[in-house]
């Protein structure tokens, strides 16, 4: 599996993007897709998931402005962001994934979303 993110970038505090994260590679529906967050010197976190069936997980602290959705024809994720803060600031990660299955586990190269004051 492949994954291939996009639609990360500089925004201004209080605007939007929207990040997608399309898979490929010999797949069907990919069971769940998510996205992660890697802000400088701190730890990988969740950020949100959704599976094939459309249920969706979110970080607490996220879920009143951010909204995962998924296209299961296109195998893409995608991540609204509203209200962005400068604390949102990180490396946006791509992961497919399969629960109870190790080795079915892939992540995309990354997006840079910045968010200035």
């Known amino acids: 599996v492949q994954l291939q993110a996009s639609g990360g970038g500089l925004v201004q505090a209080g605007g939007s993007l929207t990040l997608s994260c399309a898979a490929s590679?010999?797949?069907?529906?990919?069971?769940?897709m998510g996205w992660y967050r890697q802000a400088l010197g701190k730890q990988r976190e969740l950020v949100a998931t959704m599976t094939s069936g459309g249920t969706s997980n979110y970080a607490d602290s996220l879920e009143d402005r951010f909204t995962i959705s998924r296209d299961n024809r296109k195998n893409t994720v995608y991540l609204q962001m509203n209200s962005l803060k400068v604390e949102d600031t990180a490396v946006y990660y791509c992961?497919?994934?399969?629960?109870?299955?190790?080795?079915?586990?892939?992540w995309g190269q990354g997006t840079q979303v910045t968010v200035s004051s």
């Open positions: 992961r497919a994934s399969r629960l109870y299955t190790p080795k079915y586990d892939y």
């Open positions: 590679g010999n797949i069907n529906t990919v069971p769940r």
